[in-house]
């Protein structure tokens, strides 16, 4: 955004202080403040902030209005800034970053959210400059917002789903994201897609659509842990692509785990006889055939971060069924093997990190950070964790290779790489997804749809706003036996 004012005009009203300014602001608008400066300065990321002190004494009310105004003005600030500069008296002169916040903040409340009265809005986006030590920059914001304001569109035509055929670039820029993005998408899966991806990350997602809602089983449904459905897509296809381990414990090995939903779900799905308190050591499943590939597996969990693996662990000791599960920090990419044995494992969750462009509406913030050359760097890593997780892998085994990414770059080239001469197989993942489906985990008619529109080669590959859930792509890869 640019923009400037030197010369304070009376419109902006008599000079207060920053502590007379903070007074002023509501809680709820003054933590989304601080929050979003922080967001813009590279200093945390929204869910964590949200999460923080900074959210821990509002009350429940004000903290989900702050949520939203942080989540709101990261998804629309694209869009926001392009129509804020239209009203800006010199477009081209970039603004203060605490400006910039404060109109980005106004500007949202104005178009996007109907029951926050216009005059409550500029009175305290003008105090958030003050309080921010701008104030000759308060008169602007108060005129900005009042021409925003008085010009504001009717609900229909500023949201998602307009009505006109557009280019590209219109709907890009309309919808809040980068250019170079968008055209990335229309060029790989069509404009129709990139923009049901587009109106996709403007909403709040919703979860629940892809699975049944109660299952019969020897786990209690709450035990199920929270997570949003291409998450848990992934780890139930991870957990369906088991091999059978005969005569012994299954060894899992989940190599990037945290924040930990997939290793839960997997030590849910792979261990059904332990219920609520009640453990059954893998020692005493060893010889019966009935329970070999689908209980008492031994489940290992590394991630590289010692921060998120904390986390990661306490979250973890919360569920009955993942007291067994081992936790560890380490590189996928470089982990050291003490011996043969225990070099190998029967399955292996590879979810590596990624740039997370199928999940742009749970973390907004990524649209303004990444650039296209930190594709090339994110593919280089995965490779390298893609080769170490392969060379554990157990004659036999299998590996579920995914990201949370819509870029080529990052899935299929990646799989193309490494898999090429590293003597593995990929395995259809439409037979595990009708596997869900007749265990009754994956509704019937998301399963259907997930095999007709979300396979490509063998692979899942899910779109936002075409296949229910955020994007995803996932593949499973066997090792073969040997002779």
């Not at 557009?166 to 990335?184: K, M, N, Q």
Request: net charge neutral; hydrophobic share 45%; with cysteine.
């Amino acid at each position: 955004m640019a923009g400037a004012v030197r010369r304070r005009p009376q419109s902006a009203g008599p000079t207060a202080s920053a502590a007379e300014a903070i007074a002023k602001i509501a809680p709820a608008r003054a933590a989304a403040f601080e929050i979003l400066m922080l967001v813009g300065a590279g200093k945390g990321h929204s869910d964590e902030l949200l999460h923080s002190a900074r959210t821990d004494e509002l009350t429940p009310e004000d903290r989900n209005l702050a949520t939203a105004l942080v989540m709101g003005v990261l998804r629309w600030e694209i869009a926001l800034d392009a129509r804020l500069a239209k009203l800006l008296s010199r477009p081209e002169q970039r603004l203060a970053e605490p400006v910039a916040v404060a109109l980005r903040m106004g500007a949202f409340q104005l178009l996007h959210m109907d029951r926050i009265p216009a005059h409550a809005v500029l009175n305290e986006s003008v105090e958030m400059c003050r309080a921010a030590g701008q104030p000759h920059a308060a008169g602007m914001v108060n005129a900005v917002l009042r021409k925003l304001a008085a010009a504001k569109p009717t609900s229909q035509n500023r949201d998602v789903g307009h009505p006109v055929r557009e280019s590209t670039a219109a709907f890009a820029e309309r919808l809040g994201h980068p250019l170079w993005l968008v055209e990335r998408w229309a060029a790989e899966y069509g404009s129709e897609a990139a923009l049901a991806i587009c109106e996709y990350d403007q909403r709040e997602p919703v979860a629940g659509l892809l699975f049944a809602e109660a299952k019969g089983g020897v786990a209690p449904r709450e035990a199920v842990p929270q997570m949003d459905d291409g998450s848990r897509l992934v780890a139930e296809l991870a957990a369906a692509a088991m091999p059978i381990a005969a005569g012994r414990a299954a060894r899992v090995w989940d190599c990037c785990a945290a924040p930990g939903g997939k290793t839960l779900m997997l030590a849910l799905r792979l261990n059904p006889h332990l219920k609520d308190e009640t453990l059954t050591p893998a020692s005493k499943l060893a010889g019966d055939p009935e329970t070999q590939g689908t209980s008492g597996a031994e489940i290992l969990a590394t991630d590289v971060s010692a921060k998120r693996m904390a986390l990661m662990v306490a979250r973890l000791r919360r569920y009955a069924y993942a007291e067994r599960v081992q936790c560890a920090v380490a590189d996928a990419s470089a982990v050291a093997v003490k011996d043969e044995r225990d070099a190998k494992f029967d399955l292996i969750l590879c979810d590596v990190p990624c740039s997370g462009t199928g999940t742009l509406a749970r973390n907004p913030e990524i649209r303004h950070r990444l650039r296209v050359e930190d594709l090339a760097r994110q593919a280089a890593r995965q490779r390298a964790i893609l080769r170490g997780a392969i060379a554990r892998l157990a004659a036999g085994g299998r590996l579920v290779y995914s990201t949370c990414s819509l870029e080529p770059e990052e899935n299929e080239q990646v799989v193309e790489a490494v898999a090429k001469d590293a003597g593995v197989r990929r395995i259809p993942v439409e037979t595990l997804i009708s596997k869900l489906a007749e265990t009754g985990d994956l509704k019937q008619d998301a399963a259907d749809g997930l095999i007709g529109a979300a396979v490509r080669d063998g692979a899942l590959r899910t779109l936002p706003g075409v296949h229910g859930c955020d994007g995803f792509f996932a593949v499973v890869l066997e090792r073969g036996q040997q002779t």
